[in-house]
């Protein structure tokens, strides 16, 4: 039997997968298929209730809900999301990435499920937190997915940064989806609550797809790797360049995931549970890897993103159209419809961008333009409330509210995804990715459940503090994120390592005097032959679940030992 095979066959004995053994090109297509429509369910899932709030059989149906209740419904779903991102953190290790997506997506169906046969407000609720928590799932585990399968650097389409550019674009696709699709039902001459029963259960047809693709592509090479499943990974790593295991790129690729496992199993022997994520290092300090501080980095862009208004525009834009802005219910539907297709626009713009420029200057830029847009928004709205505002003032802020979103998705949108993903050091990248959808769906809930009361009791000031909040994060992301665009995530490891590591390449970085060199050519360790220097290295705990996944002897490291440690 073939390696391949041999792989395959193993995969396909641990249910749910069915590996079939795609590879090259079309393998990395299915991986971003599946990471495309976990995206896709929450544009639509965040889309489709905004669209349905306003309607007359929905209110019928639930009796007239109240800003508060409305704030509860459409809320409540963001803690169920927060439950499976942190389910995530226990789980996600031992499952892998493919399985947890698959729970996620069994899950989430059952909610849809529930809310779409559902006749009261607290069967209502119960779906939306059961549909919650399988989102929270599949969102914290499909960037996991598309980030340690793509490849760095631009081979056409094909580089990690354009292909998560591609699922967000994807994921604006499926709020813009939703929006139609509300729109169409309710304004079409239909009566009865299957104007507000049928979006809700369309999300089923996308759910299908992904647990269909998730049940026949592998995990990734570096869950493998961390698992102590070492030929699993190189035989993953090979189908995704579409090449032999002996090739020179797939084992030096190979090699250096190895090195990077080793140097962070050494480097962060105290992360096995939350409370020591904190303080890795003991005593309060940081580790050598800097564990703590990418947390916190992952953590932070992920809160930011929604504490920033984003989605108080995408659940709410009928109603800020109605309330704010003073217009008729069918205008308020159509211009929300065509405020959240300007999200695909500026997606789709942003899968040049992003590693043409990187992801710091597109967030610096963006963000900062972002707060602009909401300080003018202030005024104008200030203005309509107050009924001084003239006919150009409510142009003006319809025109703003575009921008924002314009400016939202070229630079504040895909580079979030990323940053989690690639900062994070693979022995707590499934649960720092937990934490830190966490903070996401946390903040989302918080700016989803007091928007509406926002607007009613604090008017236009509602967006003077979004602007504050966007405003605030600029120089924070100038001064503490490193730009991660074209390097490997193992390169990403040599950054933010204290500890002086540096990668051993195999064969270009060999200068042929016996002394491999690192990225910048200072030499490393005597070269070994490969298979003898792999068998070496230690990946014991290397996913730190708090079990041995593979016992060996002495690492192998590329790297120099430094006096200090990160404080």
């Known amino acids: 039997m073939s390696k391949l095979a041999a792989h395959r066959s193993r995969t396909r004995g641990s249910w749910p997968t069915h590996d079939i053994g795609l590879q090259g090109h079309t393998l990395l297509a299915a991986i971003t298929a599946c990471s495309a429509l976990g995206f896709l369910l929450v544009g639509y899932d965040n889309g489709v209730m905004g669209g349905i709030l306003e309607t007359a059989a929905f209110k019928r149906s639930f009796g007239n809900p109240d800003a508060a209740l409305v704030g509860n419904i459409v809320s409540i779903y963001e803690i169920g999301c927060f439950i499976g991102a942190l389910a995530s953190f226990s789980i996600g ?115 299908i797809g992904i647990f269909l693709i998730a049940a026949v592509i592998p995990d990734t090479p570096r869950w493998y790797l961390a698992r102590g499943r070492d030929q699993e990974a190189l035989a993953v790593l090979a189908r995704l360049a579409n090449k032999g295991e002996e090739d020179d790129e797939v084992q030096d690729q190979y090699s250096q995931i190895k090195q990077a496992i080793a140097h962070e199993k050494e480097a962060a022997k105290h992360t096995n549970t939350f409370l020591t994520l904190l303080s890795p290092g003991g005593k309060g300090r940081d580790d050598a890897v800097r564990t703590r501080r990418r947390l916190l980095l992952a953590c932070f862009i992920q809160a930011a993103q929604q504490l920033g208004g984003i989605n108080a525009l995408i659940y709410y834009s009928s109603t800020l159209f109605s309330q704010s802005l003073k217009l008729g219910n069918k205008q308020s539907a159509q211009l929300a419809g ?146 991660t665009k074209g390097l490997t995530l193992e390169e990403v490891d040599e950054i933010f390592s204290t500890d002086d590591f540096k990668l051993h390449h195999d064969h270009d970085g060999h200068d042929g005097s016996g002394q491999g060199k690192g990225r910048d050519g200072t030499s490393g360790m005597p070269t070994l032959p490969l298979t003898e220097r792999t068998t070496r290295m230690a990946t014991e705990d290397s996913d730190g679940d708090g079990k041995d996944d593979a016992k060996s002897g002495n690492s192998v490291l590329t790297r120099t030992k430094s006096a200090g440690q990160a404080a």
């Open 93 to 207: 290790s031992p499952l892998g990435r493919c399985r947890t997506i698959l729970l996620g997506a069994t899950i989430l169906q059952v909610g849809a499920i529930i809310q779409g046969a559902c006749s009261s407000v607290a069967v209502l609720i119960l779906g939306r937190v059961v549909a919650g928590v399988g989102m929270g799932l599949i969102n914290s585990t499909v960037p996991i997915l598309l980030t340690e399968c793509s490849p760095a650097r631009d081979k056409g389409i094909f580089s990690r940064g354009k292909l998560v550019a591609v699922s967000l674009t994807i994921l604006n696709c499926g709020i813009v989806l939703s929006y139609w699709t509300d729109y169409g039902f309710n304004f079409s001459g239909l009566t009865g609550t299957v104007t507000w029963r049928f979006p809700i259960l369309a999300q089923s047809f996308f759910i």
């Open 338 to 483: 065509g405020l959240n297709m300007v999200l695909i626009l500026g997606a789709f713009v942003s899968i040049f961008l992003v590693d043409r420029l990187g992801r710091k200057p597109l967030l610096l830029s963006c963000i900062s333009a972002m707060s602009l847009v909401f300080i003018v928004q202030t005024v104008l709205v200030k203005k309509i409330q107050e009924g001084t505002a003239s006919r150009s003032d409510s142009h003006g802020a319809v025109a703003m509210l575009f921008l924002f979103e314009l400016f939202f998705s070229v630079g504040f949108q895909a580079t979030v995804w990323m940053i989690p993903s690639e900062v994070l050091p693979l022995s707590i990248r499934t649960r720092g990715s937990a934490l830190s959808t966490a903070s996401n769906w946390i903040c989302n809930f918080a700016v989803v459940k007091f928007t509406p009361s926002a607007l009613e009791n604090i008017g236009w000031r509602t967006y003077a503090l979004f602007a504050v909040f966007n405003a605030a994060w600029v120089p924070i992301i100038a001064v503490f994120l490193p730009e």
